[in-house]
């Protein structure tokens, strides 16, 4: 199944070059929105469990 995603898509990219750019460039994008999303979330977590247990790990 992979191998045939891979076929399709070398294929693609023979044939339509600057669609295939575009949809990557767009794919890449998003994936990158979304670890910069994950990186604040994870970041707000962390700070918000320092500030709630502050006490406790600084004694």
Known sequence: MIGALII???????NYP???EDIISAADGRLELLFNT????????FRR???HYQDAIYI
């Open 8 to 14: 399709i898509a070398f294929a693609a990219e023979i």
């Open 18 to 20: 600057e669609e295939v």
């Open 38 to 45: 994950l990186y604040v979330c994870i970041a707000r977590l």
């Open 49 to 51: 469990i320092n500030t």
